[in-house]
C-alpha cells in the first residue's frame, strides 16, 4: 500500500475504534442513569415503575410534613392538586424546602406506594420553579379545569 | 438622568461596533488602506462607551437608585457596599452587561497588539470581532437592557441580592469565568479572519496561541473558583455536580484544551491547519451554547436566571448566524488550506492527534448528557434527568486514558520516534508508577478504580521528570543554565499537566476517603466521624448587616486535643425571607473539616452534616497550577519578541 494510504488508513482506523468504544460507553451509561419524572398523579395511576430509580415532584402539601422525634427521618407529601404522594427521607432537607414550595425527589417507589427518596431538590431562588413541576401542575390542571384556582392562590 | 446616559451611550456603541463589523471588511474587499484603518480607533471607540455604561451601572447601584427596575430587583440599602457592586452581575440584564464589557476589553487589547500582525489581518480579526460585538450588543439592548427605569412610582427598597450571591464567590468567579469565555471569541476571530484573507501558515497559528492560553487559562481558573464556591457556599460539600451550566463552562474548557494543543502542531509542523480552524469556531460555538443554556432556562439547574423565551430564541439566532456563517465560510475556503506536511504516526504530532480525538470525544459525551435531557423531551418521551453517574462512568475511563498519553505526548519527537529508546523509559516509569500507586491504596482501603487512577498519576509524573532530566543533562553544559534555556512554553506545560495530575489525586482521594455523615445532635452532644471528635458546644442568636443568623459553636478533637473551632450559620435574610446555610471549614492540605447546619428540629436538637474530606484542596490547588501552565506558556519569549517589532 502506498505508506500516506496506509497512514490515513491507521488513523482512521483509531478513530473508528476510539469512537465506537465511546459510543458503548455512553450508550451503556444512559441506559444505567436516565432518570424519567413522574407527576404524583402518574404515580396514582400506576404509571411509575416499582422499585427503579425515578424522580418525582410537585407542591409540598401544608401541613403533611411529619419528622420522627429522634433520627433525622421525615416523610411529607407532594400534590399536582390532583393526587398526592408520600414522600420519605433520611436526612438534611435543602435550605428552600417549604410547605406549599415545588421540589423534585430522586428515589424509588416501594411496594405500598411510598417514594423512598435519596435526594430531595429545592432550587436555590424562591421564584424559581423547576419546570418539570410547572408542567406537571399545567397538566393537572388541563384534565379537570376545577382546580386552577387553587393553583393559583398556592403561590 | 444617568441610567439615560447609559443607555444611550451602549446604542452608540452598538452603532460604532456595526461600523466595525462592515467597514474595515469593505476596506479589504476594496484594498482601501484607509477604511482598514478605521478599525484600531472604531474598537477603542466601542470599548470606551460600554466602560461608560457599565461606570454608570455601577454607579446606579453604589447610590441605591431604585428607579432602575434592575436595581431594585437585585440590591437593596442594607447590603454591604462590596455586594452592590457585584450585584450588577447578579442577574441576568447586568451580568450581559459584564460579558459585553469583557469582550469590548478582549476586542481593545487585541486592537492594541495589531501591529505585529500582517497589515490586512489585523484588521479583518477586528472587524470579525465586530460582529460578534454586534451580536450581543444587539441582545443586551433589543431584549434586556439593564437601564429599564420603575417611573414614576419608585420603590422605596430594592428587592435585595439573592442570599446565595452575597459572597466573595460572586464577586470574582463570573468575571474570571467570563474573561476566559469571552477569550475564546479572540481565537474564533483569528480564525474566521484567516478563512477570510486565505492566509493560514504557520505564522497564524502563532498569533492565536497567546490568547487562547490566556483565555484557556482564565476559563481555568473561572471554573476552579466556580468549584470551590459551590463546595463552601451550597451547604452540601459537593465539589461538582455535573451541573448543566457547570458543563457549559466545561465543555469549552475541554474544547479548548484541545485547541491549545492542535494550535502546537499547526505552529511547529504546519499539520491540522484545517482541523483547527474548525476547533477554534467549535469552542467559540461552546462558548455561545454556554450562555443559551443559562440565560434561556431550558435546561433545570442551580444557576438558572429567570427564564424569558424571546431571551432563548434571539441566542438561538446568534447562534445559528455565527455558528452556521462561520462553517459555511469554512466550507467554503478550507479546502485552500489543506496541509501539505505530512506527519510520521510515531512522531508527537500523532500522540496529539490523539489527544485532540479523546478531548473531543469528551466533549461530546458531556455535550450529549447535557442535551439529552432536552432531547428526550422534544420526542415527547417524557421528562427525564441524566445524573451524576452517566458522568462520571463515561468520564472518568476516557479522561485516564487521555492522561496516560498526555505524559508520552512530551517525551516523544517531532515526525518520528525511536521506539527502542521510547519503550524503555516508558516500561521503567510504568513499572514504578504501578507499584507505588499500590503501596498508597495499601495504606488506605483497597479500590481498583483509585489503585488505577494514582498509578496514572505516578506515571506522569516520572515521565514528565525524565523528560525534563532527559532535556537538562544532554549536552555539555550544567543542568541548571540547561534548565534555564528550556522555553517558558515548556515549562507551562510541564506546570500544567502536573496540575492535572494533583486534581487527579484530590479527585481519586476524596472519593475513596471521605467520611459523611448527616447527625442529629443538641449542644452538649460529641459525635465521631473518621477518628475526629465533634463536640456541638453551643448555639447563640447572631446580627449580620442584613441578616439575623444562628450561629452554632462545634470544637473537632483528635486523639484528645482540639485542632480547630467551627462556626456554621444558618442565616435568615428578611428582604426576600430566605434561609441561608453557611458551612463552616477547617481547611487542610490533607483534609478539610466541614460542618453545616440542617434544619431546626424539636427542642434545640439540629440536624447536621459533617464531613471529614481528604485531599479535596488538591482539586482547586492542582487547578490554579493549570491556570499558572497556561499562562506561562502565553509569556514565552517567542510570542514577545513578535510583539515587540
Known amino acids: 500500500m502506498h505508506p500516506v494510504r496506509k497512514k490515513r488508513l491507521l ?145 | 438622568m444617568f441610567p439615560e446616559i447609559g443607555q444611550f451611550s451602549l446604542i452608540l456603541s452598538l452603532f460604532f461596533a456595526l461600523s466595525l463589523a462592515l467597514v ?8 482601501n488602506r484607509l477604511l482598514l484603518e478605521t478599525a484600531r480607533p472604531l474598537t477603542f471607540i466601542m470599548s470606551a462607551l460600554v466602560l461608560v455604561s457599565f461606570v454608570i451601572l455601577s454607579l446606579s447601584f453604589l447610590t ?82 439593564p437601564f429599564a427605569r420603575l417611573l414614576p412610582d419608585v420603590p422605596a427598597d430594592g428587592g435585595d441580592l439573592n442570599p446565595l450571591l452575597q459572597d466573595f464567590g460572586l464577586i470574582v468567579h463570573p468575571p474570571v469565568l467570563y474573561m476566559g469565555y469571552v477569550g475564546f471569541s479572540v481565537a474564533f476571530a483569528f480564525a474566521v479572519a484567516a478563512l477570510i484573507t486565505g492566509n493560514l501558515n504557520a505564522s497564524w497559528a502563532r498569533w492565536a496561541r497567546p490568547w487562547t492560553a490566556v483565555s484557556w487559562a482564565f476559563l481555568t481558573l473561572g471554573i476552579t473558583l466556580g468549584s470551590w464556591w459551590a463546595y463552601y457556599e451550597l451547604g452540601w460539600g459537593g465539589w461538582w455536580f455535573w451541573d448543566p451550566v457547570e458543563n457549559a463552562s466545561f465543555m469549552p474548557w475541554l474544547a479548548g484544551t484541545a485547541l491549545l494543543h492542535s494550535l502546537a502542531v499547526t505552529e511547529k509542523r504546519g499539520v491540522f491547519k484545517s482541523w483547527t480552524v474548525l476547533l477554534a469556531i467549535f469552542t467559540f460555538s461552546l462558548s455561545l451554547l454556554g450562555a443559551f443554556l443559562v440565560r434561556s432556562g431550558v435546561l433545570t439547574s442551580v444557576h438558572s436566571f429567570a427564564a424569558d423565551p424571546t431571551r432563548g430564541i434571539f441566542i438561538l439566532a446568534l447562534l445559528l448566524v455565527l455558528v452556521g456563517g462561520s462553517l459555511l465560510l469554512y466550507a467554503i475556503r478550507a479546502a485552500e488550506v489543506r496541509s ?28 450529549l448528557g447535557t442535551l439529552y435531557p432536552l432531547i428526550f423531551d422534544a420526542l415527547g418521551l417524557g421528562k427525564i434527568s441524566v445524573g451524576a453517574p452517566y458522568f462520571n462512568s463515561v468520564f472518568a475511563p476516557i479522561a485516564l486514558l487521555l492522561m496516560v498519553f498526555m505524559a508520552v505526548g512530551p517525551l516523544s519527537k517531532w515526525h518520528h520516534t525511536k521506539f527502542r529508546v521510547f519503550f524503555k523509559v516508558c516500561s521503567i516509569s510504568a513499572f514504578i508508577a504501578t507499584l507505588s500507586a499500590g503501596l498508597v491504596v495499601y495504606c488506605y482501603e483497597f479500590d481498583f478504580i483509585a489503585w488505577l487512577s494514582l498509578a496514572v498519576a505516578f506515571w506522569v509524573v516520572f515521565l514528565s521528570f525524565s523528560d525534563w532530566f532527559g532535556k537538562v543533562s544532554a549536552g555539555t553544559k550544567g543542568i541548571i543554565p540547561r534548565a534555564r534555556q528550556l522555553p517558558r512554553n515548556y515549562y507551562g506545560m510541564l506546570l500544567a499537566h502536573l496540575g492535572l495530575v494533583v486534581t487527579l489525586v484530590g479527585i481519586v482521594l476524596v472519593s475513596v476517603n471521605s467520611h459523611e455523615s448527616m447527625l442529629r445532635l443538641s449542644p ?6 473518621a477518628g475526629y471528635e465533634f463536640q456541638f458546644d453551643q448555639m447563640e442568636q447572631v446580627k449580620g448587616p442584613n441578616y439575623v443568623a444562628s450561629k452554632g459553636q462545634f470544637t473537632a478533637y483528635k486523639a484528645g486535643k482540639a485542632v480547630a473551632v467551627l462556626h456554621p450559620e444558618k442565616r435568615f435574610f428578611s428582604t426576600r425571607q430566605q434561609v441561608m446555610t453557611e458551612a463552616a471549614l477547617d481547611a487542610g492540605f490533607t483534609r478539610d473539616l466541614y460542618v453545616s447546619l440542617g434544619e431546626r428540629l424539636e427542642g434545640s436538637a439540629w440536624g447536621v452534616r459533617i464531613y471529614v474530606k481528604s485531599f479535596v484542596r488538591w482539586i482547586w490547588l492542582g487547578g490554579l497550577m493549570m491556570m499558572a501552565g497556561g499562562l506561562l506558556a502565553a509569556l514565552d519569549k517567542r510570542y514577545r519578541k513578535r510583539a515587540g517589532v
Not at chain 1, 451509561?29 to 425515578?54: D, H, K, V, Y
Not at chain 2, 474595515?24 to 484594498?31: A, N, Q, R, S, V
Not at chain 2, 434592575?70 to 452592590?84: E, G, I, M, R, T
Not at chain 2, 501539505?340 to 458531556?366: C, D, H, K, P, Y
Open chain 1, 11 to 155: 488513523v482512521i482506523t483509531a478513530i473508528v475504534l476510539i469512537l465506537s468504544a465511546a459510543v458503548g460507553l455512553v450508550m451503556y451509561a444512559l441506559q444505567q442513569n436516565i432518570n424519567l419524572f413522574f407527576s404524583p398523579s402518574q404515580i396514582a395511576m400506576g404509571e411509575a415503575p416499582r422499585n427503579a430509580i425515578i424522580r418525582a415532584g410537585g407542591m409540598v402539601v401544608k401541613g403533611s410534613v411529619k419528622r420522627n422525634s429522634d433520627t433525622l427521618a421525615v416523610a411529607f407529601d407532594v400534590t399536582d392538586f390532583q393526587h398526592k404522594v408520600t414522600i420519605e427521607y433520611r436526612g438534611i432537607l435543602p435550605d428552600l424546602f417549604r410547605e406549599g414550595q415545588g421540589i423534585v425527589a430522586q428515589g424509588k417507589l416501594n411496594n405500598d406506594g411510598v417514594f423512598e427518596a435519596t435526594e430531595v431538590l429545592a432550587k436555590h431562588d424562591e421564584k424559581y420553579m423547576p419546570p418539570e413541576i410547572t408542567e406537571a401542575l399545567k397538566n393537572a390542571q388541563r384534565s379537570t379545569g376545577e382546580s386552577a384556582e387553587s393553583v393559583q392562590s398556592t403561590y
Open chain 2, 24 to 31: 474595515p471588511l469593505i476596506g479589504y474587499w476594496k484594498g
Open chain 2, 64 to 145: 441605591d437608585d431604585f428607579s432602575v427596575l434592575y436595581v431594585a430587583q437585585n440590591s437593596n440599602s442594607q447590603l454591604p457596599v462590596w455586594y452592590k457592586f457585584s450585584a450588577l452581575w447578579g442577574g441576568h440584564e447586568g451580568s450581559l452587561l459584564l460579558w459585553v464589557l469583557i469582550l469590548s476589553g478582549w476586542c481593545s487589547a487585541v486592537a492594541l497588539k495589531i501591529r505585529t500582525l500582517p497589515e490586512d489581518i489585523g484588521p479583518v480579526v477586528l472587524a470579525v470581532l465586530g460582529v460578534v460585538c454586534v451580536g450581543f450588543l444587539s441582545f443586551l439592548l433589543f431584549t434586556s437592557s
Open chain 2, 340 to 367: 501539505t506536511v505530512s506527519f510520521g504516526v510515531t512522531g508527537r504530532e500523532a500522540w496529539l492527534l490523539l489527544n485532540n480525538i479523546l478531548l473531543t470525544v469528551l466533549t461530546l459525551t458531556v455535550l
Open chain 2, 524 to 529: 452538649g452532644d460529641r459525635a465521631t466521624v
